[in-house]
């Protein structure tokens, strides 16, 4: 069995998953969304095993390192977070519908991965022969992963926001009356970003540690850096927001929302239209 | 006239102590620091400016577009984050000072409808319940301060008081990661220098190419690139010796230098960065046998000349490399693209390898080429770079992730017993997390209710 199999199991798994959440949204039938979250993560442990896997192959190869190294591979794990968030929320938080939202997300991001990369394993660059690519990637990524989640959650409330009106007090009725009470969506995206913010914070560091180790400078306004920073600087004013009246429920879904968007122009706009040392494989050195 | 004035000193103070202003600043800077990772920073290069109307490029240069982060009103913008972050925390410390040293240990009225609470009715003593209750909570939460007021016993315990503060350390730390770098900015450098397989140097370039001198020297003794099987570079590695008054000093001889393994000496950093052969002093050997047989002549010669042949034909050096696997895909080591002219005749460009003598003698023609390598040294280019304030910067993300850490997984969380005669009432605030403290609570105040007096 090969890691590119499993991969494709993955995916297979996240689609089956995302049309029975489409119709448990349709149904209303608690069964079906509990196939579907049974699906996502099943998906998630076969996707734990193919990434461990591909990590042994690459050792096999005999250029051994930890499956984070070009696109194709960050994209992967990244999916892979989102659905470990997922689970994390939906375990404590025991709603089910999240899912509807979040895992699409990975569904989409898998099967760009699949169907549109060069999924070889490749060599690293020397540029990237160090642990801290490790700590850097897994941090980054565990914080994109809550803030997938959170955007999701976010756009819950959007929806049932509008749809319910200014009238707060006439919850809406049908597919709606699935989706937690806004109250509820506005704080879990709040708890969401609490556990985001820590992380990509932690994840901001540590790349400035392997910058310093590596060329001698923490911080040099590279566009992957800046990025960061910007979305850093989102979710930082979606926090202080929240302390001053007014800013809890649609403008931090909104912010919420923003923030997602600057995170993944972050991790896909910087290297796509933008240039500078991060730029995958690009890298001379 | 006086209380004009002092409004006045009241509104900046407001104005400066108020979220408003943060939220104004963090977007600010989320939506300029765009500005320079499109356009480009530092140096530009002459395509760029071709490419914009002069204008463009007179207002862009006086905006401090080009260098961005260190235009005077960037820093403006992080220096007013700072104003706001020190008002902000002078004003409300002492606010949260007071809950950890001051705590209400003596529940008031105020707070009597929380939605915390549960009540036990007792007939024995006051005291006896006093010490039964003072018991539970020591067991179940934490040892209470006990008060007596208005004919009531106050019992009052609390967890992690400390924890309000973790907000401030967050904010603490931001100041002391820019005092790190405010001291790297003034006492440290970046620098940049070549050095050539076996010379020193003891001095390097700074940003503005004036040398800095080290204090002591740096001898490359040697510069190798190793490549993996598909052609890409595999690993840059320098071999440096520190040299004081001339002697290495002990320890650091051949030290490996790699691209993500530095080489630090007295403070200053080492980074392998870039490397390449160096321009002068480098002869290449080309070796022309006659293809029936004889012995070969071996040239010696510069890259970009040309030597006449016995034959009559020219001989023209174009380039040479160490490791072809980039440009001819299936060959590795070194290999020169020379090219042919006879008299009549269309030049002809081709390689010659090093490592595949078949190869170079399968090209048809009377005279075999063949390349031996060069002399040419290769030099090493290091980043190099001082920071004194780097500790600093470490200090501060330390403290924020600690801070963090408080601020966001942490709280604080009271309990007040409020005894007289008759009944007693338990009740439970917290400042975040609701949730798992109410599920403690009510789990506690099940027992509370079964405690008998
Ligand atoms: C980018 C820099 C900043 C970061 C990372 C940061 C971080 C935080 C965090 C994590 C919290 C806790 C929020 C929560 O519990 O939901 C917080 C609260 C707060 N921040 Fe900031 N902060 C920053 C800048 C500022 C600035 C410039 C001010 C200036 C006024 C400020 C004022 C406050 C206030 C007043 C609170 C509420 C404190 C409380 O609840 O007692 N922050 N900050």
């Excluded at chain 1, 060069?118 to 022969?129: C, D, F, R, S």
């Excluded at chain 2, 603490?172 to 005092?179: A, D, E, R």
């Amino acid at each position: 069995m090969s890691s590119s199999m499993l991969f494709n199991v993955t995916t297979f798994a996240y689609m089956i998953s995302t049309v029975v959440f489409f119709a448990f949204l349709a149904s209303k039938n608690k069964t079906i969304g509990s196939v579907a979250s049974f699906v996502a993560y099943a998906g998630l442990i076969v996707q734990t095993v193919a990434i461990g896997l591909r990590w042994k192959e690459s050792y096999d190869m005999g250029v051994g390192h930890a499956p984070m190294s070009n696109l194709y591979e960050s994209i992967v794990f990244f999916t892979w977070t989102i659905v470990l968030i997922l689970a994390y929320i939906d375990f404590r938080y025991k709603y089910r519908v999240v899912g509807a939202f979040v895992v699409p997300f990975s569904l989409l991001g898998m099967a760009w991965a699949q169907l549109g990369m060069n999924t070889g394993i490749e060599p690293l660059v020397p540029a990237l022969q160090s642990n801290w690519l490790l700590y850097h990637v897994i941090t980054c990524f565990l914080g994109y992963a809550a803030f997938a989640v959170a955007c999701g959650v976010s756009i819950m409330y959007l929806i049932k926001a509008a749809v319910e009106g200014d009238d707060a007090s006439k919850p809406a009725g049908g597919m709606m009356s699935m989706f937690p009470p806004i109250k509820v969506l506005d704080d879990l995206s709040y708890r969401a970003i609490m556990i985001g913010f820590p992380l990509l914070t932690l994840g901001i560091i540590t790349g400035a540690a392997w910058a310093n180790y590596a060329w001698g400078t923490y911080w040099s306004w590279d566009p992957k850096e800046t990025w960061s920073l910007i979305t850093w600087f989102v979710y930082a004013a979606y926090l202080h927001a929240r302390i001053t009246r007014g800013w809890v429920g649609k403008r931090a879904a909104w912010l919420a929302v923003i923030g997602f968007a600057a995170t993944l122009f972050c991790y896909l706009g910087v290297n796509l239209f933008l240039s500078g040392l991060h730029s995958y494989g690009n890298s001379k050195m | 006239m006086a209380t004009t004035e002092r409004s006045f000193v009241d509104n900046v103070w407001d104005f400066f102590c108020s979220l408003k202003l943060t939220l104004f600043l963090l977007f600010s800077m989320a939506l300029t620091s765009i500005i320079g990772t499109i356009l480009p920073q530092g140096n530009l290069p002459p395509e760029y400016i071709a490419s914009i109307s002069p204008s463009k490029l007179q207002i862009y240069t006086k905006l401090g577009f080009f260098d961005m982060y260190h235009s005077w009103w960037f820093i403006a913008l992080l220096y007013i984050f700072c104003v706001n972050l020190i008002s902000c925390s002078i004003k409300r410390l002492p606010h949260v000072f007071k809950f950890v040293s001051q705590p209400t240990l003596v529940l008031p009225d105020s707070m009597r409808n929380i939605s915390l609470k549960s009540e036990l009715a007792f007939s024995g003593p006051v005291d006896k319940a006093q010490s039964r209750l003072t018991e539970f909570l020591g067991n179940e939460f934490s040892t209470p301060v006990v008060t007596e007021h208005n004919g009531e016993i106050h019992l009052f315990s609390q967890k992690a008081s400390w924890s309000r503060l973790g907000v401030y350390v967050v904010h603490f730390s931001i100041l002391v990661i820019f005092v790190g770098s405010i001291i790297g900015s003034l006492y440290g450098y970046k620098g940049f220098v070549n050095i050539v397989e076996g010379t020193s140097i003891n001095a390097v370039g700074g940003r503005n190419g004036n040398p800095i001198p080290l204090g002591f020297e740096v001898r490359c003794e040697k510069f190798s690139v190793e490549f993996y099987e598909t052609g890409a570079p595999k690993e840059f590695k320098s071999l440096l010796t520190v040299l004081e008054n001339g002697r290495p000093v002990p320890g650091y001889s051949n030290v490996k230098v790699i691209v993500n393994d530095p080489l630090s000496y007295k403070g200053i950093t080492f980074y392998q960065s870039s490397y390449g052969q160096a321009s002068e002093g480098g002869d290449h050997f080309i070796t022309v046998a006659p293809r029936g047989g004889g012995a070969p002549d071996k040239i010696a010669m510069r890259e970009g000349t040309s030597i006449g042949l016995k034959d009559g034909s020219t001989l023209k050096l174009m380039e040479t490399t160490q490791e072809v696997r980039q440009f001819a895909p299936g060959f590795t080591g070194p290999a020169a693209r020379v090219e042919l002219s006879r008299p009549g005749s269309a030049p002809q460009i081709f390689i010659v390898f090093k490592d595949f003598p078949d190869v170079n003698a399968k090209r048809g023609d009377s005279l075999i080429f063949g390349y031996e390598g060069t002399n040419a040294k290769m030099y090493t280019g290091l980043q190099v770079a001082k920071d004194p304030g780097v500790w600093t910067v470490w200090l501060g993300c330390a403290l924020m992730v600690i801070g963090l850490g408080i601020a966001f997984f942490m709280s604080h969380k009271r309990i007040w017993v409020v005894i007289s005669h008759g009944h007693a009432r338990i009740y439970g605030n917290v400042n975040k997390n609701q949730t798992p403290f109410g599920m403690k609570f009510e789990e506690m105040s099940e027992k509370f209710k079964q405690i008998k007096i």
